[in-house]
């Protein structure tokens, strides 16, 4: 059973910059694709982002597309998210993910094992 930490969440102002992470226990972390997800106060969970197990593919939600950088340490069994122009609507708990296989993709019941989430709030 993997287990994922995620950390880096906090409070920033509109237009700065956040970089989660995730870390990862176990031996077959880069076997798998992973992803983020986030859900908002009364929203339904949502895709943001996901990558491939060498990181060669990466998948992003249009709402954050340009603005959001995926990216998988396979060495030190992290995967990161760079948050770049933060806006108030990016405001969520962010959760880290794994898929169930090698290659990514941006649905939720694709992955098997998640973390417990980071707070992210952006503020106008």
């Known amino acids: 059973q993997v287990q994922l930490v995620e950390s880096g969440g906090g409070l920033v102002q509109a237009g700065g910059s956040l970089r989660l992470s995730c870390a990862a226990s176990g031996r077959t972390f880069s076997s798998y694709a992973m992803g983020w997800f986030r859900q908002a106060p009364g929203k339904e969970r949502e895709f943001v982002a996901a990558?491939?197990?060498?990181?060669?593919?990466?998948y992003y939600a249009d709402s954050v597309k340009g603005r959001f950088t995926i990216s998988k340490d396979n060495a030190k069994n992290t995967v990161y998210l760079q948050m770049n122009s933060l806006k108030p609507e990016d405001t969520a708990v962010y959760y880290c993910?794994?898929?169930?296989?090698?290659?990514?993709?941006?649905?939720?019941?694709?992955?098997?094992?998640w973390g417990q989430g980071t707070q992210v709030t952006v503020s106008s």
């Open positions: 993910a794994r898929h169930r296989l090698p290659f990514g993709s941006a649905r939720g019941t694709d992955f098997g094992s």
């Open positions: 990558i491939s197990w060498s990181g060669s593919s990466t």
